[in-house]
């Protein structure tokens, strides 16, 4: 099975811990362009920015959004 996400974006909710990374890692292999959510916390900002300079491909980024305070999603 060819899997391809080309052109595609994916938004990965705790994307700075040890499962997103990985989450992240495979669907940037398949040419998806990700966007990774941390908590507004030093360590996990750092940690995001770190996966997004690790990811294949261009335009991914990481950014502020708690999903379990819906203010930071609007």
Known sequence: ???S???????VVGGAGSIGA???S?????GARIAISH???PEE??????????LRG?????LVADVA???TLK
């Not at 996400?5 to 938004?11: A, R």
């Not at 900002?45 to 690790?54: I, L, P, R, T």
């Not at 261009?58 to 990481?62: D, K, L, P, R």
Request: charged share 20%.
């Open 69 to 71: 305070q819906t203010a």
């Open 45 to 54: 900002a750092a940690a995001a920015a770190k996966v997004v300079q690790s």
């Open 1 to 3: 099975m060819n899997q």
């Open 26 to 30: 495979r669907f940037a292999e398949l």
């Open 39 to 41: 908590r507004d916390v």
């Open 22 to 24: 990985v989450a992240a």
């Open 5 to 11: 996400m080309n052109g595609k974006v994916v938004l």
């Open 58 to 62: 261009e335009g991914h980024v990481a």
